[in-house]
């Protein structure tokens, strides 16, 4: 059961990292973000078996951070949305140097 949890664990991590590495709107880059997390809590998960308790209390605090970043980067996303009409990302570069 550990080993296919974890195998599962890490394609998802890979598609979400493909994903934000690969596509260029940024709702669906905030998605594959929440991908990744979801891959870590299942790792979490799997892994509590063998840690105890510990990995359960990581998943909380994981969903705790997913909570407040998606709280955060919506508001970003809706405000980019607002200002250049679209939330593509090669449309701005307010990080940019």
């Known amino acids: 059961m550990l080993p296919e949890s974890l195998i599962l664990g890490a394609i998802l991590f890979v598609i979400g990292t493909f ?3 690969v596509r260029r709107n940024a709702i669906i880059i905030f998605l594959c973000i929440e ?3 979801n891959a870590v ?3 979490f998960v799997a892994l509590s078996r063998y ?5 359960q209390l990581f998943v909380f605090f994981v969903m705790t951070v997913a909570a407040a970043e998606a709280a955060v980067g919506l508001a970003i996303i809706i405000s980019i949305f607002r200002h250049y009409k679209s939330v593509n990302v090669d449309n701005f570069n307010l990080l940019k140097w």
Request: without cysteine; glycine residues 22%.
């Open 51 to 55: 840690l105890g308790i510990e990995g």
């Open 35 to 37: 991908i990744q997390l």
């Open 41 to 43: 809590n299942l790792t």
């Open 19 to 21: 994903g934000v590495l």
